[in-house]
């Protein structure tokens, strides 16, 4: 089955710096891959996702790259805020959905 | 627009005694349904899924286990439970297995 492996598992930024939480994958089928922001004592929320047909995608300061070749992508956070700092997962699908072990997020003002 | 709800929010509860935890989606048909378990400060650990009623799978052997009694709602249950399950459980629903699942409050569980 699929093994996603999420790196670092914690962060720490200056406010106004960028960001960039990486994740790779095993399943070469997998062809879906969301990312998700964990606020304290709340249920994962879909911030962006990229499927295999694109190679990058971008959402205001959110971005998210994909490398099929080399089956990793990665989320960056631009121009970070405090309001950022949350848990974050990656997650990956073919069959099921697989999901990284989460990044901690830390943006100090 | 669809909905996810979880209840209770919270529940503290002593070692050996049942548990029942509700989850409901509205405006959709057919959802996939899950559960999941995070441990403090830890990833989410798949517990079981459902593709329709009366359907389950489970991914994790343990003193859990679920039921899909209507399309839309799915009921997390043990019969005894041990300080180990103790966790913030996740319900989470999606269209398919292969598109974005989203995730409804949580219930925050306490074993003492």
């Known amino acids: 089955g699929e093994n996603v492996e999420q790196h670092p598992s914690t962060l720490s930024v200056q406010e106004g710096d960028s960001a960039v939480i990486k994740c790779t994958y095993s399943?070469?089928?997998?062809?879906?891959f969301p990312w998700y922001k964990q606020e304290l004592g709340k249920g994962p929320q879909l911030i962006i996702d990229?499927?295999?047909?694109?190679g990058e995608k971008k959402d205001q300061r959110i971005a998210v790259t994909l490398n099929k070749t080399a089956k990793h992508f990665s989320l960056h956070i631009t121009e970070t805020q405090p309001e950022d700092s949350a848990v974050y997962f990656c997650?990956?699908?073919?069959?099921?959905?697989?999901f990284g072990a989460g990044t901690r997020l830390t943006v100090k003002p | 627009s669809q909905t996810i709800h979880q209840w209770p929010a919270t529940l503290v509860q002593p070692v050996g005694s049942p548990l029942s935890l509700e989850c409901t989606v509205e405006?959709?048909?057919?959802?996939?349904l899950y559960w999941y378990r995070q441990a403090a400060g830890r990833g989410l650990q798949l517990l079981f899924y459902?593709?329709?009623?009366?359907?389950i799978s489970s991914e994790v052997p343990q003193n859990l286990s679920a039921s899909r009694p209507q399309d839309r709602q799915f009921i997390l249950s043990s019969k005894k439970l041990l300080l180990s399950d103790s966790g913030f459980y996740l319900c989470?629903?999606?269209?398919?297995?292969?598109?974005?699942?989203?995730f409804g409050p949580g219930t925050r569980l306490t074993v003492t």
């Open positions: 997650a990956a699908s073919s069959n099921d959905m697989r």
């Open positions: 405006g959709t048909s057919n959802p996939n």
């Open positions: 989470a629903w999606s269209v398919s297995s292969t598109y974005e699942q989203y």
């Open positions: 990229i499927r295999s047909n694109v």
């Open positions: 459902s593709v329709g009623i009366g359907q």
């Open positions: 399943d070469s089928a997998s062809n879906y």
